[in-house]
């Protein structure tokens, strides 16, 4: 055995008995390995893992022979059993697509320790001229079967694309199982070591997937019940955990200090890992906190000096805490008398409370122009902006607490500290929780302007202080066996949201929502992160609490992209595809296939249904629209181009003409721009909307609110789509030699007599386009152009563009007309 083989890669528990150990290279040895355990527990047993169950997980292994394996289950892959789709190796080592579809490297049916496999075999030493060669699995009609970001030889290259990988030195023989003389206590460290003299080593020992699936279905927070408060925390590493009371924030240095007991659970797993405590008083209004202590390793972050805030708080007096005990009597329920809109007739604008309120044409003091209450005012007022502009559903940027170190912090809110309570820099009394009952007027407001809240919400990451750490970091975050967080956030602390208690925590704050503050549903930022049978967990709770609610995923991250694995869900997604598409697209860009693709409704991998894919063009995050298309050099579009605002009228028309959701961003109706900055996350002037731009862009601004009225009205039927139009429902033409077209809309009269002919000329240059014979006529009536919609007609004051057999389209010009067959 080399010398060099004297490391141990990880080690961790498959259940509190035994678990495994990987070393840094092969053990080739006939002796095992020198390993051992610190503590008073001992090893009953270690020996080898079969290579076998190495391959399951990397898709290959070097069997004693030197024979390497590379293999697929038909247990993960059931589409390919009794199918005739040959599958083949591809990879560095066979020229990719060039070499990767010859019988030389084609995969075989056979079977491996019982399980029916596809597999190829060859002399490994070929596979080792170069160490970490990449491979994949591609099917003869060109399918390449994903590769999970989980596999432990996955990895990514510059295009964000997963292979697998393959390492002469861990070929599969480098694994040991081991089994114990008695269960470990998981509130201590313990550590595998390699007794080897002074060159020993020893690395943590980490709970392994049992311990993520601890959970309780016990109550959690602090719970008032007549005369006693029951408080209830999940941390299963936990020596000892105290809860820290105080009536008045005055005696926070001075609190009443109660030492909670691990709760009897008989609905737990193993320990369950509740701790609670019931005090004989109702504490409603009172301030509390939690102290933790737990084993020092590199999983954990327990420091008992730590003031920990509930991550169920129901309110919180700032983002560090304390914590406010809350009755229910008191918080009573939101508004659930409101019908949400069915998700085919939705129309989104994306909001941000402050962006709102802070320069609203409307009295209001300092306070109220940073808040919910200030907000309340603004809705009810008879000019509101979005009232005028006639969406019905605001998708309102985070709400719940978050990092912001002031309340005159701005703060895009994406960084939450806690997922059940107002953002107390909304709140005008935060030590009162009085964002409580504000943002359930807030809601009722919008409500009564007929106007759906959907907030957007981060279960991915979370803010300074991460309270969840001290609770248990190990538990509640993604990390290494090293103890080193994930980061596909890019925020430095991904949230294991696939934990027992991780998902629970996900399900009980959206149904808190729900039921305390009348929320329509939600957009989950990072989607990706939080995970597709997660976000499937999160659909089935939320929708017996309400049957309509509005999901919607931001389906990336930087780890990848979830909207293909969400199809056969409940699940809409933005579509960041029709945003990039249609950019380029106004300005000559994008492809004929492109835009039938898009307008749509992204059938084919976005959307099993049609209301599958949120189409948008401008969210908060980066330039706004105009600072990305606009003409200037400097990527400022504050003061537009006349081509720029043309692009944007473009950008409109084909917007609310495709199926699928529509979502603006506030402002893009009166051309908002940012001044060509990227980020703005913490520039409030910059944010903030200026309305005096609807008077310098009147149009503009009307022409938005038309095309939303049009697609509410009984004629916007035909783009508003709860079922897949047939395929003959649209009739394409195209301008000679550019993606310009005219769409006729309901072509086969499936959906009654009423047909649409939208055209859109996306060139600097005149178009015309040849219709097919029957479909030019007097009998169309234009219902808009380029520059606006038309009502009742002066025809001596406006000449109507008829619709010809050579349909006229003006450069970065379009219409719309419409016709009883």
């Known amino acids: 055995m080399p010398s060099r083989v004297k490391k141990i890669a990880r080690a961790w528990l498959e259940s509190p008995t035994h678990g495994l150990i990987e070393l840094t290279h092969d053990w080739r040895a006939r002796q095992l390995p020198p390993l051992s355990l610190s503590g008073q527990v001992k090893f009953a047993a270690v020996h080898r893992v079969p290579d076998y169950t190495f391959g399951c997980a990397s898709a290959y292994f070097v069997n004693r022979k030197d024979e390497i394996r590379f293999f697929i289950r038909y247990a993960d892959h059931p589409e390919l059993a009794g199918s005739d789709d040959k599958v083949f190796l591809a990879g560095d080592f066979s020229g990719w697509h060039e070499a990767s579809f010859s019988d030389e490297w084609l995969l075989h049916p056979s079977s491996l320790d019982g399980d029916p496999v596809l597999v190829w075999t060859g002399k490994a030493d070929r596979f080792y001229a170069y160490p970490h060669l990449r491979f994949k699995f591609v099917t003869q009609h060109g399918r390449w079967l994903p590769v999970p970001a989980s596999a432990p030889n996955a990895v990514r290259d510059a295009d964000g694309n997963i292979n697998y990988s393959i390492d002469p030195e861990r070929t599969g023989q480098h694994l040991f199982k081991f089994d114990l003389t008695a269960p470990l206590d998981l509130s201590q460290s313990w550590s595998v070591r390699w007794d080897d003299g002074a060159e020993g080593q020893a690395v943590p020992l980490m709970p392994g997937e049992f311990f993520y699936q601890l959970g309780s279905e016990l109550p959690m927070g602090a719970r008032p ?18 809860l820290c009371v105080c009536s008045d924030l005055a005696d926070q240095e001075s609190p009443h200090r109660y030492p909670l007991k691990r709760a009897a659970d008989h609905l737990a797993n193993a320990d369950g890992g509740v701790w609670e405590v019931t005090l004989a008083q109702n504490l409603h209004g009172w301030f509390y906190w939690y102290k933790v202590d737990g084993p020092k390793d590199a999983f954990g972050l327990f420091d008992p000096s730590h003031r920990v805030l509930d991550p169920y708080a129901q309110a919180t007096v700032g983002q ?4 406010i005990v809350l009755d229910p009597g008191w918080v009573g329920q939101g508004d659930r008398g409101f019908k949400t809109p069915a998700w085919q007739d939705l129309v989104i604008a994306e909001a941000h409370v402050r962006d709102l309120v802070a320069r609203a044409p409307v009295a209001l003091n300092t306070e109220q122009r940073r808040g919910f209450a200030g907000l309340r005012k603004w809705v009810e007022h008879p000019d509101f902006y979005l009232h005028r502009l006639g969406v019905n559903c605001v998708e309102l940027q985070p709400v719940q607490e978050n990092d912001a170190k002031s309340v005159e912090e701005y703060h895009w809110g994406y960084m939450t500290n806690n997922f059940f309570s107002p953002d107390s820099g909304y709140s005008s009394e935060p030590a009162k929780a009085s964002g409580v009952k504000e943002l359930q007027e807030l809601v009722a407001a919008f409500h009564r302007r007929g106007i759906a809240v959907v907030l957007d919400v981060v279960y991915n990451h979370v803010g300074e202080p991460a309270h969840l750490m001290f609770v248990d970091r190990l538990y509640y975050f993604e990390q290494d066996g090293k103890g080193q967080l994930s980061n596909w956030s890019g925020c430095g602390n991904d949230l294991r949201c696939g934990s027992a208690m991780g998902t629970r925590l996900i399900i009980d704050s959206c149904r808190h929502l729900i039921e305390t503050y009348g929320i329509d549903g939600f957009r989950f930022d990072l989607a990706d992160l939080v995970s597709a049978p997660v976000l499937k967990q999160v659909e089935t709770a939320l929708k017996r609490v309400k049957p309509d609610v509005i999901l919607i995923a931001e389906p990336w991250s930087f780890r990848g992209h979830i909207a293909g694995e969400l199809r056969d869900t409940g699940w809409a997604s933005w579509n960041d595809g029709y945003r990039n598409f249609v ?95 990227h980020n703005t996350y913490q520039m409030g002037e910059i944010n903030a909307l200026d309305y005096r731009r609807i008077y310098r862009f009147p149009s503009t601004h009307t022409y938005f609110a038309d095309w939303i009225a049009f697609r509410l009205s009984d004629n916007g039927r035909l783009v508003r789509h709860f079922s897949r139009a047939s395929e003959k429902f649209y009739q394409f033409y195209w301008a000679y030699d550019t993606a310009a077209a005219a769409v006729l809309y309901n072509a086969d009269l499936s959906q009654g007599p009423r047909q649409l002919l939208f055209a859109i000329n996306n060139t600097l240059s005149d178009v015309t386009i040849k219709l097919a014979p029957g479909i030019a006529g007097a009998e169309w009536r234009q219902l808009a152009d380029h520059e606006r919609f038309y009502r009742e007609v002066n025809r001596d004051a406006v000449l109507l563009q008829p619709v010809e057999e050579e349909l006229f389209v003006p450069a970065l010009g379009c219409g719309l007309w419409v016709r009883e067959a």
Not at 225 to 242: D, I, Q
Not at 320 to 323: A, E, H
Not at 627 to 638: K, L, S
Request: overall charge neutral; hydrophobic content about 30%; some cysteine.
């Open 583 to 677: 950019r380029e697209y106004v300005r000559g860009g994008g492809t004929r296939e492109g835009f039938e693709y898009y307008l749509k409704g992204s059938p084919w991998y976005y959307a099993k249904w049609p209301a599958q894919t949120v189409n948008y063009t401008e969210s908060h995050d980066d330039k706004t629209w105009i600072d990305n298309i606009t003409e200037h050099a400097n990527g400022n579009g504050d003061t537009p181009t006349a081509n720029d605002r043309r692009r944007t009228h473009l950008m409109a028309a084909t917007l609310f003409m495709s199926v699928g959701i529509p979502m603006i961003s506030c402002g893009q109706d009166f051309i908002r721009s940012k001044l060509g900055i």
């Open 320 to 323: 560090l805490g304390p914590g």
């Open 225 to 242: 019940n007549g005369g006693e408060t029951t408080f209830r925390l999940f941390a299963p590493r936990a020596k000892s955990v105290e």
